[in-house]
């Protein structure tokens, strides 16, 4: 199971950071990701994490904004969020079990965490 946390609300410019907790599996020999969904929009994909390569990727959105890290000691992986904008607001889940060529799309992920919102608002 995957239980995402941290969201809240910040304003324009301020950080949040998200945590996604992982029970039940290691997160050693999956990929993680991170997706996102805004009022009246599709879910899409922030960023994701290759355990197994250390590798990690990002939507042009978010990229040199934010980082996803990761520790196997917690069975935890986080999203990092700076310079936070309106446009970030959304629901913000995280997501598991897809290999690393597909780890930008949604529908290779096998495990879903409930969503954590995110509000970017002055």
């Known amino acids: 199971q995957l239980q995402a946390s941290g969201g809240g609300l910040v304003q324009p410019g301020g950080s949040l950071r998200l945590s996604c907790g992982i029970s039940g599996r290691t997160i050693s020999s999956t990929t993680m990701g991170w997706f996102r969904q805004a009022p009246g929009k599709e879910r899409r994909f922030v960023a994701s994490?290759?355990?197994?390569?250390?590798?990690?990727a990002y939507s042009d959105s978010v990229k040199d904004r934010f980082t996803i890290s990761g520790d196997n000691a917690k069975n935890t992986v986080n999203l990092q969020m700076n310079s936070l904008k309106p446009e970030d607001t959304a629901v913000y889940y995280c997501?598991?079990?897809?290999?690393?060529?597909?780890?930008?799309?949604?529908?290779?992920?096998?495990?879903w965490g409930e969503g954590t919102l995110v509000t970017v608002s002055s």
């Open positions: 994490i290759s355990w197994i390569d250390h590798l990690t």
């Open positions: 997501a598991a079990g897809a290999d690393w060529r597909n780890s930008k799309r949604l529908g290779q992920y096998k495990y």
